[in-house]
């Protein structure tokens, strides 16, 4: 079962960040249907940026006094500075006693929902990608001109690097993995994956790209094929991915991967972006 909730930007973002294990609410009837393997997507109140978790613990208490001697404060929310002049009274500006009284309070451990990567290690060694990996990157960057051509701009370990941390709108970096194959210390692909996005049962592949001297063997269908597998796994519903239109090269490659188009483009000052989906 998905639950939804509303979170404050400063909880929010601890959260998100995976510094918050658990959310404390009343125990009250909505609360009551949440189980352990179940999932929330919580929406910051500022933005509206949301992130998803999975629910891996629930420990009901009288109150909020009983939950605060028993759990570790810092995985509630505060820090070690601010954790030794916690007091649970004031949690009733937000529940108020006598709601407390009457149904008791609820910790929720929870955690970010994040893609099983390392499953796909089998020929290669598969990692997360970083700005130590900059110069990788530019290389195999580098072995693919055709894509830059569309894109009308150069690689450089600065647009590079930038892309490690680029967002969609609404995402948090909790949902982004940004990952490589590696053939030794050799970068033969990466993939920017977002989770949970436009949707929280689907996914959306920002960029892949193979290396320039392994192209047109099969590889490239062959990783693609075993992310969409992993993705099947995670329970994603649908797959979705945006091609600078007119690339033969990237339209071709797509396809043969099972996306079509959806009818979902649009432009940017420099070219037009087709949407493509795949369901799985």
Known sequence: MHHEMSLRPGPFGKIADGSKRYELRLYDEKRQLIQVGDTITFTCTSDERSVMVRVVSLQRFDNFAALYAALPLTACGYTEETAKNADPRDMAQYYPLEKQARYGVLAIGVARVRYAIDTLAGAFAVRALTSA????????????????????????????????????????????????????????????????????DMAFIGWFMVDGERQHQGLGRRLVHEVLSMLKQEGVREVRLGRIAGNPQSEHFWQLCGFADNGLGYDTPEYHVAVMAKVL
Do not use: C
């Not at 150069?154 to 647009?159: G, H, M, Y």
């Not at 033969?188 to 436009?198: G, K, R, Y």
């Open 133 to 200: 990996d900059a110069p990788e990157m530019l290389r195999l960057a580098g072995s693919n001109p055709l894509y830059y051509r569309y894109m009308k701009i150069t690689p450089t370990e600065e647009n590079l690097t930038a892309d490690l941390i680029a967002l969609p709108p609404k995402r948090t970096m909790a949902d982004k993995h940004f990952f490589g194959w590696f053939e030794g210390d050799r970068l033969v692909a990466m993939m920017d994956l977002i989770a949970h996005h436009p949707q929280p």
